[in-house]
Structure formats: structure tokens, C-alpha cells
């Protein structure tokens, strides 16, 4: 669309579209792949292939999503998923998965696969119901960092959480989505980053909105 076609009422919706296609594409995986690359490094003993591994794999998390059927409305329509529309999304680990298994590196892709597993709420993991251990260290970490990120910057069905909130939310999934042995340590690792973690969201639209780019549209009902 030209820029002289536009109404001054099209041109927020227009940068509110480009900033969230921003996020999708380039502002949360970094976001998350440094987050869960520290932690890990740090708290873990992950070896340095493991963390690249990690990394890597923290990078194209959600890079399946472009496969899903619908993506684009789903992703910027600003609504809760329809039962359908989250039956196609729940999908998008395993073409992550398929990538990536297609490239030769099968230890990153089953970190893709396994990054929407729940510890011990099979209900809700996918695609495969794993449950605890079986479900591999690298993804409890991504699964965290993941959550911590669409918690604090980017939510597109849900409000916006500080950062003590979504502590007190990594908390109470404690033993249920997360790892138990993982979530203190993760929690003090998020209160010993603060700072990095507010400078990695300058780049989010949580500050684009906060520069008063305006809060997206309510849903309909
Ligand atoms: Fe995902
Ligand atoms: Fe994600």
C-alpha cells in the first residue's frame, strides 16, 4: 500500500502490524535464545556444544509456525485461538522438528519438538504428552525462557506481565508446567538479570507500546 493512500486512522494499525511481524520473526527467538543460553551456561552443566545446541535450537523455536495454515491471521488478529486455529497451532514443533531433522541436526531438532512439553501437565503439553525427564533438559530450559518472554513482552491474547509477576507465575507452574529443580534457579537467575533483561526489551513491542504506538484493539466478543 502506498503511503499516500493511507487514512491518519490506518497508519497506527499499519506500524502496530509491522512491529508485531517484528516480533515474530526477529525480536522475541533472540530474546529467548540469550535468556535460556545464559541460564544455562551458568546454572547448568551443559556442555558448550549443548549450549550452542541450545542456543541454535532457542533461535527457530517457533520457525515451524510459518508452515501453520492461517498463521498470519492468527498471529495479528490479537484474539484468543479458536479450538481450531490452536489444533493447527499446536502443530508448529513438529515442523520445527521436520526442518531440522532435514538439515542433519536431529539434537536441535528435538529440542524444537519438545519446547511446548509440560513437567508434569500432560493435558496441556504437545505435540507428544511427554512428561518429566523425558523430557530433555535443553527444552525445560527453552520451555521457560519461552514463557518468561511472552509473559513480559509480547502476549498476544493475554495483558502484559512486570517481571515480578511473571516470576510469581514461573513459581506457581513450579512442578506443574516447569521443571521444580529448575525453577528457583531460573527465578534468581531472572532477579540477577533484570537489567539485561529490560535492555533486551527495549526491542519488544511492550516498548513500542509504551512509546505510545498505542495498545492493540480489544477482541471482540
Ligand atoms: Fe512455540
Ligand atoms: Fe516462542
Known sequence: MEESTLTSGEIPRQ????????????SHPPRVAILATIFAAEQTDLKKREL???FVASLFHDAGKICVDGILKMTFNDCKLSPEDKIKMDTHPIYGHKFFTWLGLPKIAEIILEHHERWNDRDHG???KL????????????AMADALDVMIAWRPYNHLKNIDEAIAEIHDESGKQFDPGL???????VEKHRLLIRFLLLNSPRAKSERNLGEPEPCPN
Open 183 to 189: 525453577v528457583e534457579p531460573f527465578c534468581e537467575f
Open 126 to 128: 504437545y505435540p507428544r
Open 131 to 142: 512428561k518429566g525427564e523425558a523430557i530433555s533438559l535443553s527444552a525445560r530450559i527453552l
Open 52 to 54: 550452542i545446541r541450545l
Open 15 to 26: 506500524l502496530s502490524f509491522a512491529e508485531k511481524a517484528r516480533a515474530l520473526l526477529y
